[in-house]
């Protein structure tokens, strides 16, 4: 990451929100997809979709080639 990290975890709610809504919006895309999608570095991407997928809220979706994710639905 080049930014400072205080910055980047002051936006994690708005980053969060853009990202799920954006796999809701587009189903399962790949990091390098939602980093085009979501204007966010991808290194970035990366590291918030490992965080969404360690708390359930993004899985990693069948696909051939980059692995996709797509959001958990939640009641």
């Known amino acids: 990451m080049n930014r400072d990290i205080r910055e980047v975890i002051r936006e994690e709610p708005w980053v ?7 796999l809701r919006r587009d189903g399962p ?8 999608a979501s204007g966010f570095p991808a290194d970035e991407v990366m590291v918030w979709v490992a965080g969404l997928r360690k708390y359930g809220q993004v899985t990693e979706a069948p696909a051939s080639g980059d692995p996709r994710y797509a959001a958990v639905e939640r009641p």
């Open 29 to 36: 895309l790949s990091v390098p997809d939602l980093a085009a």
């Open 16 to 22: 969060r929100r853009r990202l799920l809504a954006l």
